[in-house]
């Protein structure tokens, strides 16, 4: 996976965000605002960026006219709903890219401090900054844009965090921020620190304070990049829950239930699927590692500037899903997380291994080729405890046994031919929560130093291969 953190000034890094990031899976590269910025395919479809810090102002575009780039690449991503993360200066600029008015704050904010945790920010990834002091060192502040859900705020400062949606978080103060290395802070902005008139030996002396302090920014610091980095899921709801019976495939003689329709009514969810849903083969289809089947429905945007089918994209059940959302996707939803769905427990067991029915649905070849490299193939779900489901219900994570393991990642993997992820393949074999048949193609890899032959699965249909 990965990360790229936009800087504006050199010091101001990842910082202690770096090491858990890394441990995540990702592989993190830097851009510089205004010499070296992000390109606008890297807005689109890198799994995580971090709009970093600076002393400039986000409403600045006269004097800095490289913002309105950053602006419209935040506009363009956050629209997408593709991970990201705004520190300070890119919180600012993330709340101006969501319509937000940012501007100068009633009083410059430099130095040690706790936030305030709203109700929905004790419930999310900023929860390990409870009641510990922070670093904080804005002169500017924004409103809270809409759709916006506040998180903290100090007394000087009432908007100083907020989430949009499950991909979205934007911090006013710096938790990335590394004591051991905070004189390079007080070197580079040194005349805003004379400006304001702050104490710099007494600021010097805090941040030494923060470093011996066992319940420090340190340790906390590293709990919240821990979670934020696998994107916390906000809740969400079933737009439209979806169930099918076994057709004829417009080739006239292929049988699936790929083709899926919504219901307005509740249905039991059983550890085997929902009540009114069809298999043709039970070979590969269904049972109790795929029980539900989600797919974003942000993702047809991208189908529909790929296929000509706008029959089929122009609702819900295009891929036989039987749930439809917005606001999760495979960057994420991690394997294994739990998850509360109406009255039901499920538990994500394995992303989707595409297969030839995609083709014969769309009547376009190469449709599951196009899945499988694109990564958007949505996941199933196991039933942990049965219950009843109904388009509205609320999606809600309740454990995430595998943070460093989003769904894009291991799809990525079992996509991946190169023997060089060998090493990850025999980690992603040891995933508990991960469906026994993805463990067992990871074990094999890592014993015959070789890949499965996809064919049979992605173009004839005369293979028994696990498919869509």
């Known amino acids: 996976m990965q990360c790229i953190a ?6 101001e890094d990842l910082g202690l965000f770096a090491e858990p990031l890394a441990r995540a899976g ?4 830097y851009r510089q605002a205004g010499i070296a910025p992000l390109r606008e395919e890297e807005w689109r479809e890198a799994d995580l960026v971090v709009v970093l810090g600076g002393p400039i102002a986000a409403y600045d575009t006269r ?12 506009r363009a991503r956050l629209a997408l709903r593709r991970p990201t993360l705004g520190l300070c200066l890119g919180a600012q600029l993330m709340a101006r890219a969501l319509g937000a008015r940012v501007h100068a704050a009633p009083a410059k904010e430099i130095g040690w401090a706790p936030v305030a945790l709203s109700e929905a920010g004790a419930a999310s990834c900023l929860a390990p900054l409870a009641d510990v002091p922070v670093l904080h060192w804005h002169g500017d502040t924004f409103d809270l844009p809409p759709g916006g859900e506040l998180l903290a705020r100090t007394a000087a400062t009432p908007h100083q965090a907020f989430r949009h949606g499950g991909h979205a978080l934007a911090l006013q103060f710096h938790p990335e921020a590394d004591p051991a290395r905070i004189e390079a802070w007080l070197i580079g902005h040194a005349c805003e620190l004379a400006a304001a008139g702050i104490d710099v ?3 010097r002396a805090e941040c030494g304070a923060r470093r011996c302090d066992a319940r420090g920014s340190d340790g906390h610091a590293r709990a919240l990049a821990g979670r934020a980095a696998m994107s916390p899921l906000a809740p969400t709801t079933v737009d439209a829950l979806l169930v099918g019976a076994v057709g004829l495939l ?9 083709g899926k329709s919504p219901v307005a009514h509740a249905l039991w969810l059983s550890p085997t699927g929902l009540q009114g849903d069809a298999q043709a083969d039970l070979r590969i289809h269904g049972g109790p590692e795929k029980a539900v089947h989600h797919y974003p429905h942000e993702h047809y945007a991208a189908w529909g500037a790929w296929s000509r089918r706008t029959d089929l994209l122009a609702h819900a059940g295009a891929f036989g899903e039987n749930l439809s959302t917005q606001g999760w996707d495979e960057s994420t939803v991690c394997v294994g997380d739990v998850v509360r ?9 394995q992303g989707r291994q595409p297969c030839w029915k995609l083709d014969a649905r769309f009547g376009e070849p190469g449709m599951a080729r196009q899945m499988q490299a694109s990564g958007r193939t949505g996941w199933y779900y196991r039933t942990l405890e049965p219950g009843w489901v109904r388009a509205g219900a609320a999606m809600t994570l309740v454990d995430r046994p595998h943070p460093a393991w989003p769904l894009a990642r291991l799809i990525a993997l079992l996509f991946a031919r190169d023997v060089q992820h060998a090493p990850e393949w025999a ?4 995933l508990a929560s991960l469906a026994e048949r993805w463990r067992l193609t990871f074990r094999r890899r890592v014993e015959s130093r070789e890949v499965e032959d996809w064919g049979p699965r992605l173009g004839r249909p005369e293979a028994g291969d696990e498919g869509a």
């Open 6 to 11: 936009l800087q504006h000034l050199a010091f």
């Open 250 to 258: 417009p080739d006239g003689r292929t049988a699936s239930a790929i």
């Open 201 to 203: 030996p007494a600021l």
């Open 26 to 29: 990702y592989r993190i590269s």
């Open 63 to 74: 004097g800095y006219p490289f913002l309105d780039d950053e602006i419209a690449g935040l």
């Open 427 to 430: 980690q992603a074999a040891e």
């Open 341 to 349: 769905l109406g009255e039901a427990l499920v538990q994500v067991s």
